[in-house]
């Protein structure tokens, strides 16, 4: 998931890369740059004189001094990053596509349809309402990706909860505690640390089975909202109404993926945990030549 836990913004990817560009770099390595610094290097080998090397120095230092405080220049550079942002999220959000499942790729299919149908319903509207309906696409946008990685998100915990048995988890358990007293003293001592990792283990499947239900319920009422704006879009003429439930449903859906992202965080502390165990486990094995009991 690679998402901070917010809705996208407007462009449709996450502001976290946003952050001010090197102007200076981004004047070096200007294509016309390259060239004319190529052409000085030409003519000084052809002529078999420093003397255009020299020139070519002084006037790059002066270009650099001078372009990358260049507020219309700043102004491009920004745009630069904006679509190469923009480019690696639609790359990273196709990818995300093509792992889903065919079912869940129809669903995502089957929103962004419901917003274009509400986008082409309100594009009819006055001028003096457009303002109000660029804000409004501005969240469909958003909402449309953030529905992407709660589908996602979904299917990641699909996966997930198919691969793990807790019954297992808990005969493990149990197991342990059975032979706990029996154990040699360093045994004792790394199946206890087991006991409490299964134990963790099985605590955070009952959690992502309540996170699951929580992003099911989550995108299910994405869905019902969206048609229920199609259909009013069809009649209704205040876009300013279609924004204010666009809000609330934007707020909801902000919360869910934060939900989502404190999940992630709580399995891969259970990650660490097990690595460190595994890490002690080989250590005092190598050490004592004690095989642990599982």
Not at 17 to 39: D, L, R, S, T
Not at 153 to 163: G, H, K, P, T, W
Not at 166 to 189: F, G, R, Y
């Amino acid at each position: 998931m690679g998402s901070d836990g917010g809705l996208p913004d407007p462009a449709g990817f996450d502001n976290n890369n946003n952050q001010e560009p090197n102007y200076v770099k981004e004047a070096f390595n200007i294509q016309y740059n390259w060239i004319a610094m190529a052409g000085a290097a030409v003519f000084a080998l052809v002529s078999g004189t420093f003397l255009p090397l020299a020139m070519a120095g002084g006037l790059e230092l002066m270009y650099l001094a001078i372009i990358p405080q260049n507020s219309r220049f700043q102004r491009l550079v920004r745009s630069w990053k904006f679509a190469e942002q923009r480019q690696q999220h639609q790359q990273k959000l196709a990818d995300m596509l093509r792992s889903l499942p065919h079912e869940m790729q129809s669903r995502y299919i089957g929103l962004a349809q419901l917003c274009g149908a509400i986008r082409g319903n309100f594009a009819q509207l006055s001028s003096t309402s457009q303002m109000y309906v660029q804000q409004m696409e501005q969240k469909l946008d958003g909402l449309v990706h953030s529905y992407a990685r709660l589908l996602y998100a979904a299917y990641q915990q699909r996966q997930y909860m198919n691969s793990t048995d807790p019954n297992e988890i808990k005969n493990e358990i149990s197991s342990l505690q059975k032979h706990l007293q029996a154990d040699p003293p360093k045994v004792q001592d790394i199946n206890k640390k087991r006991i409490e990792i299964l134990t963790k283990r099985l605590d955070k499947y009952q959690k992502l089975c309540e996170n699951r239900e929580v992003v099911d319920a989550q995108c299910a009422a994405v869905e019902d909202v969206l048609k229920l704006m199609r259909d009013q879009s069809v009649t209704l003429r205040d876009p300013q109404q279609v924004s204010d439930q666009l809000e609330n449903l934007v707020h909801d859906v902000e919360q869910t993926e934060q939900t989502v992202q404190q999940v992630e965080a709580i399995f891969s502390g259970v990650g660490a945990d097990l690595s460190l165990t595994d890490d002690s486990s080989s250590s005092t094995s190598t050490s004592s030549g004690t095989k642990v009991r599982s």
